[in-house]
């Protein structure tokens, strides 16, 4: 059910997104590892669609994620609209 990412692979994203490998706090790290998770817990779903407690973890995640593209929004709406166009995830504010 879970979706374990190695260290490397966080440390990938985190510097991909949030600037620097280290930077774990970042908005924009954050709402990439959550929409990384969301995507690989969406496949598992595919496969294990009576996985109840998938479903609710993938749900909460998605509903974080939500919290943080709206913060980021409201903090710096340039910087969202080019890490929503760079995750490929649709715009939920304009």
Do not use: P
């Amino acid at each position: 059910m879970a979706v374990y990412l190695s260290n490397e692979k966080k440390a990938e994203i985190f510097a991909e997104f949030g600037g620097s490998a280290t930077n774990t706090g970042s908005t924009e790290g954050q709402i990439a590892l959550f929409t990384f998770r969301i995507k690989e817990l969406s496949e598992h779903l595919k496969g294990h669609h009576k996985d109840h407690a998938c479903r609710k973890a993938l749900l909460t995640m998605v509903g974080r994620r939500k919290q943080m593209l709206t913060y980021l929004s409201k903090k710096d709406l340039e910087g969202y609209r080019a890490l929503i166009e760079k995750l490929g995830i649709r715009n939920i504010r304009k």
